[in-house]
């Protein structure tokens, strides 16, 4: 939906965005322009950052970086910094995730999660800080249904998650005592329509099958916008995204049934997956959508303002896509009823295999 603002409400607003190459952080790239920020974009792939700028018409400063080493996050700061003149806002978005249960995922692959996910995430935060109480400025980090809710099947992304949240309030305590005047926020998204799915790597050898009801990329991004311009601790993002979280806190038993079925949909995927997977490689073209049935928010707007208000014929998609979810549930029901076989524990992590040409031998089924 275009924005229905007259004056830009970030003009001039030195932004760092991350994981601005894809999914929202791609779709939030022209909305921040938009807004009259001024932009430093962060992600591996340095390609996809410049030709979305070019793309967009947009003055950003493109900076390739590996969230996972320090040294790069750090450095990506400094320029950043240097490049702008100094920081009002960042907008921690950059995620990556690894698929399969905990045995079948090698801990290096589950370490390489948490490092992009949430020690990435720390430490582009920890560099940018002086430079947000110079400027009062504020921190805007794309959280997760998942820092609050456990994620069978991806319990080191819902670990790092759940981590950032944990880091993310205690700053802004921190930051309160201090009395330094930046804020902390955090939009927390249900399943997101993005690559993120498709591209992540697979212990299991298979690609989860996707999720069968999505928001749009937008929906996220937009939120990430008006969260930039006006802070607020965490908004948890969607009515469905609402529903599953007050599920989890006060009808527990109800929600852990509910993330079993989430576990085998999940597992019942029956395409291969590329290896190594995003987690490790980033040569998958950019895109904003991974093209799963997605819509926009109905609560969305009721949560950050009539920005985000839905396209019309959204109570339609979501009608449909809950159809579908229906129908495919009842084809799904052997595969659903029990539950779904783990694989042997891997010899090496996804990074040290080669890709793949037919079955991986590291995972073949017990
Ligand atoms: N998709 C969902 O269902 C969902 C739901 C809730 C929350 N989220 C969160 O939304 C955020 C954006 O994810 P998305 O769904 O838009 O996924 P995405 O399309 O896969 O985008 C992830 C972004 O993170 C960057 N990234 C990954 N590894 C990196 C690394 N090592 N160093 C620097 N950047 C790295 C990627 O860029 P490069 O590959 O170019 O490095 C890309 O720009 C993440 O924080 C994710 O956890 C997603």
Redesign the pocket.
Known sequence: MPTTSTAPRLAGKRILL?????????SAVGLFAAEGARLVL????DD?LRASVRRQGIDAEVIP????DREQAQAAVARAVEVLGGLDVVVS?????VFGHTLEVHPDDFDRTVA??FT?AVDVIRAALPHLRESRGSIVA?????TRVPLPTWGS?AAA?HALRGFLNTLAIEEREQRSGVTVSMVH????D????A?ASSATGDKPRVPPD?YA?DV?ARALVETAVRPRRETVLGGETVALDVLYAHARPLADAILLMVDRWYRSGEEQASIPG?LWS?DAPPAISGRIPARQSLLAPLQLGGRLRPDPRTPLRLAANLARAGVRALQLVPALRRPAPERRPPVTALRDRAPRQGQDPVNVPT
């Not at 970086?65 to 996972?68: G, I, S, V």
């Not at 794309?142 to 998942?146: A, I, Q």
């Not at 993005?194 to 799915?197: E, G, I, K, Y």
């Open positions: 991350t994981g601005a190459s894809s999914g929202v952080g791609l962060v992600a591996r792939r996809a970086a590996d969230l996972a978005n950059a995620g990556v995730a992009v996910t990435g794309t959280g997760s249904l998942m992304y998650k998204p249900g399943p997101i993005t690559p993120l799915f591209q999505a990329a996220v995003s980033t």
